[in-house]
C-alpha cells in the first residue's frame, strides 16, 4: 500500500518503529549499565569468591565447597547468627506490625489536628539509623537510662537491657517498634481505601466496632498486610545497626546477627570467599523463607477482585 507520495507505508512505519527502538534503548541504556556494573556483575563475582580462598592480599585460591562444608558442619558462631536473627526478625516484624496497625486504626479516626498526630508518630521512622541507635543506648544505659530511672521511682531493680542474655533481643525488639512510621502509612492508606458502605452495613445488622474491624477491615485490607510483614521480615533479616552500634554482638553472641557476623568476617578478619558463601546461603535462606511464606500465607489473603493470591 503506497501513500499519496508513492512511498510504501509499510516501510515507513517500519523505520519510525526502528527510530522509536533505538531512542528507547538510548534512553534505557544508563539503567541497564548502572544494574550491571553495581548489580549483575558483583553478584556474580561474589558467587565465584564463595568458592575460593582470599583474604584481599593474594589472589583467589579455588577450594570448590569447602567454604559451604564448613558454614555447615564446623561454624558454630554461623547457627548462633542464624538463631539471633530469626528470633529479631520474627518478633521485631510481629510487634512491629501489630503496632503500626494499632496507630493506624487510631491515625483514622477524624479528629481535629490528626495531620500533627500522623507526623509525630512518623517523624521516628526518618531519624538516620546510627542517630537511632545511640538515642536508644543512652535510653537503656543501665546507670543513668531513662527506662532504669523508671523502674528505680516504682522500687524496681535495675536491669541489664543490651548486656542481658535474655534481654538484649527483646530490647531490641522493643527498640524496632518506634520506627514504623513507614508501615503505619501504608496500613492507614488500607484501611482509607476500605468501602465505608460496608461498614454501615454491619452496623445495620446490629454489629459492632469488633465485629467492623474483624470482618471488614482486617479482611479488605489483608494484602496490605501481607506486603507490609513479607517487607518487614526481609528487612529484619539484614539488620545490623544495632548490633554494630549498641551491642557488637553480645552478649555471649545473643545479638550476633548474621549481617554483623558477615561483616566480621569480611572486614576484620579478611576472610572474603568464606564471607561470600556465608552471604549466598542467607540469599537461599532468604528465598527459601519467602517461597515457604508465600505458600503458606497467600490463600489467606482477600482481594476484593474476587481473587486470592
Known amino acids: 500500500m503506497y501513500n499519496k507520495r508513492g512511498t510504501a507505508i509499510g516501510t515507513r512505519t517500519g523505520r519510525r518503529w526502528n527510530q522509536q527502538a533505538r531512542t528507547g534503548m538510548l534512553l534505557v541504556m544508563p ?40 558454614v555447615f558442619t564446623q561454624d558454630y558462631l554461623f547457627k548462633e547468627s542464624i538463631a539471633a536473627t530469626f528470633k529479631f526478625a520474627i518478633g521485631s516484624t510481629i510487634c512491629s506490625s501489630i503496632y503500626a496497625f494499632f496507630l493506624a486504626l487510631l491515625l483514622n479516626v477524624d479528629v481535629k489536628g490528626k495531620g500533627i498526630y500522623r507526623t509525630i508518630f ?48 527483646p530490647s531490641l525488639i522493643f527498640m524496632s517498634m518506634w520506627g514504623c512510621g513507614g508501615t503505619m502509612i501504608i496500613y492507614l492508606a488500607g484501611i482509607q481505601d476500605v468501602p465505608q458502605s460496608l461498614k454501615e452495613a454491619v452496623r445495620i445488622d446490629g454489629g459492632n466496632y469488633w465485629h467492623e474491624l474483624t ?32 551491642t557488637g554482638g553480645g552478649p555471649n553472641n545473643k545479638s550476633l546477627f548474621y549481617s554483623f557476623y558477615l561483616y566480621t ?17 542467607m540469599f537461599l535462606i532468604m528465598i527459601a523463607f519467602t517461597a515457604v511464606f508465600f505458600k503458606v500465607f497467600s490463600k489467606r489473603v482477600f482481594y476484593q477482585g474476587g481473587e486470592n493470591a
Do not use: E, R
Open 31 to 70: 539503567a541497564i549499565l548502572g544494574f550491571m556494573l553495581f548489580c549483575a556483575i558483583p553478584i556474580l563475582y561474589s558467587a565465584y569468591l564463595s568458592f575460593t580462598d582470599w583474604n584481599v592480599f593474594k589472589a583467589p585460591n579455588f577450594v570448590g565447597f569447602k567454604n559451604y562444608i564448613k
Open 122 to 169: 512518623y517523624l521516628p521512622s526518618i531519624v538516620p539509623a546510627v542517630a537511632n541507635a545511640v538515642l536508644w543506648s543512652w535510653l537503656y544505659n543501665k546507670d543513668f537510662g531513662l527506662f532504669n530511672a523508671i523502674l528505680t521511682s516504682l522500687g524496681l531493680p535495675k536491669q541489664s537491657f543490651l548486656a542481658g542474655q535474655t534481654t538484649v533481643i
Open 265 to 281: 568476617t569480611a572486614f576484620k578478619q579478611n576472610k572474603m570467599g568464606y564471607a561470600s558463601a556465608l552471604g549466598w546461603v
Open 215 to 246: 470482618h471488614v477491615t482486617i479482611p479488605l485490607v489483608s494484602p496490605v498486610i501481607f506486603f507490609n510483614v513479607l517487607m518487614g521480615l526481609v528487612g529484619a533479616f539484614q539488620v545490623f545497626t544495632q548490633a554494630f552500634m549498641m
